[in-house]
């Protein structure tokens, strides 16, 4: 099964986010045993980068960080037709939208987010991690 994971649920793990991080870890946790083919959108690192330096105070502990998601989880890049994808799509959010695109041209089977409202219009179905590990 291949699965787009977004970024909250990525930050839910890294940050060890309480209520989320159960969840969250347990998804990634099947990527990393390669019980699934977990994938990040490449353009999501940046953000991922980001707010992990801003979270951890320090830009090794960020780079360290993500180092670790790397051992994870793979990266889905992004695609000139992905950007225009998400720009005819009917969701309101480009940085969703960009993401359900990249989904979609990779045939994952969901999205796994705690915000699966913002993908109502997704061409994938997005399921929380809650809803994906009870599959």
Known sequence: MKVMIDTNVVLDVLLKRQPFFQASYEVMKRSALEEIEGCVSATAATDIFYLLRRALGERRAAKESLEKLTRLV??????????????????????????????????????????????????VRALTPEEFLAL
Request: hydrophobic share 40%; with cysteine.
């Open 74 to 123: 793979g990266f889905a890049d992004a695609r000139g037709e992905d950007v225009y994808a998400a720009m005819a799509s009917n969701m309101e959010d480009f940085e969703d939208a960009l993401l359900a695109a990249i989904a979609q041209r990779c045939r994952m089977d969901c999205i796994v987010t705690r915000n699966t409202k913002d993908f109502r219009e997704s061409p």
